[in-house]
C-alpha cells in the first residue's frame, strides 16, 4: 500500500473551461439582489469561487455586462454561501481591475459591491496588494 501526498495548490491549477462557460451564460441572465443556486449549481460552481486564476480568465470575457454580473454573483455568492468565502482573493477583486482595465468601470459597482457584502477586501483587494 502507498500513500501518495496532496498538493492543494493543484487543485487550483486549471479552470475548468466548460463550468466558466456554464457560469458566465448564467451570469449573462442573472438579475436582481438575491443569489438562489440550485444544488447542482452550487456544487458546479463552488472552485471557481475559490480560483485563483480569474486575473487572466477576466481578459477574455465579454461583454463588459457579463463581468459586472459575475462581480455580483461573486458578492451575493460569499454572502450566502460559506464555501464561497476567498476574502482578499475573491475573484471579485480580479474581475473589478479588468474592467478598470478596460476603462469600463462604474463607480455604481463599488457602492454596490459594498451594500452587499461585508468583505473588507471588496471591490478593490487589499490595500497591501495596491501598493
Same mark, same amino acid.
Given at each position: 500500500?502507498?500513500?501518495?501526498?496532496?498538493?492543494?495548490?493543484?487543485?487550483?491549477?486549471?479552470?475548468?473551461?466548460?463550468? +466558466?462557460?456554464?457560469? +458566465?451564460?448564467?451570469?449573462?441572465?442573472?438579475?436582481?439582489?438575491?443569489?438562489?443556486?440550485?444544488?447542482?449549481?452550487?456544487?458546479?460552481?463552488?472552485?471557481?469561487?475559490?480560483?485563483?486564476?480569474?486575473?487572466?480568465?477576466?481578459?477574455?470575457?465579454?461583454?463588459?455586462?457579463?463581468?459586472?454580473?459575475?462581480? &455580483?454573483?461573486?458578492?451575493?455568492?460569499?454572502?450566502?454561501?460559506?464555501?464561497?468565502?476567498?476574502?482578499? &482573493?475573491?475573484?471579485?477583486?480580479?474581475?473589478? &481591475?479588468?474592467? &478598470?482595465?478596460?476603462?469600463?468601470?462604474?463607480?455604481?459597482?463599488?457602492?454596490?459591491?459594498?451594500?452587499?457584502?461585508?468583505?473588507?477586501?471588496?471591490?478593490?483587494?487589499?490595500?497591501?496588494?495596491?501598493?
Amino acid at each position: 500500500m502507498s500513500v501518495d501526498t496532496f498538493d492543494p495548490s493543484a487543485m487550483n491549477a486549471v479552470m475548468d473551461e466548460d463550468t +466558466c462557460r456554464e457560469l +458566465c451564460a448564467f451570469a449573462a441572465r442573472f438579475e436582481g439582489d438575491q443569489l438562489q443556486l440550485t444544488e447542482a449549481e452550487l456544487a458546479r460552481f463552488t472552485p471557481l469561487a475559490v480560483h485563483a486564476g480569474w486575473a487572466e480568465k477576466a481578459q477574455t470575457i465579454e461583454p463588459p455586462s457579463v463581468l459586472e454580473a459575475l462581480i &455580483k454573483i461573486f458578492t451575493l455568492g460569499e454572502m450566502n454561501y460559506a464555501s464561497w468565502a476567498a476574502g482578499d &482573493k475573491s475573484p471579485v477583486i480580479a474581475l473589478v &481591475k479588468e474592467l &478598470k482595465r478596460r476603462e469600463a468601470y462604474d463607480s455604481s459597482i463599488t457602492k454596490w459591491v459594498k451594500a452587499h457584502t461585508t468583505n473588507r477586501f471588496l471591490p478593490h483587494g487589499s490595500l497591501m496588494d495596491r501598493l
